[in-house]
């Protein structure tokens, strides 16, 4: 279950990172929107295709993660609806391990 959250959490670092990839990109466009050319226009309709489909292949990770986070969500659900006492002791050993480490500082 740690390797799946590590995962889910690396992908949703990565389709951070490409938003941000995107919307330097688009500004970027419309900062080079003046200029003149074929090789320029050219080059802008290009960025502007891959873009788009960049867009849509994050929108669809976007929601393969979100599928992957409800999925693992509703399977701790079902886990600890099944075994409650060992979610409990476990939920407590987390929190004295906490409560440990932050007492020490």
Known sequence: MSNSRASVESQE???SD???VISDAEEMLSATAGQVGDQVATL???VQTRLHDAKVRLGEA???LVAKTKAAARAT???VH???W???GVAAGVGLLLG????RR
Do not use: H, W
């Open 62 to 64: 976007e929601a393969v």
């Open 82 to 84: 099944e075994s409650p």
């Open 86 to 88: 060992t979610s409990i």
């Open 13 to 15: 670092k990565l389709v």
């Open 77 to 79: 659900d079902a886990y």
């Open 44 to 46: 802008r309709a290009r």
């Open 18 to 20: 490409i938003k941000s």
């Open 100 to 103: 440990l480490v932050i007492g």
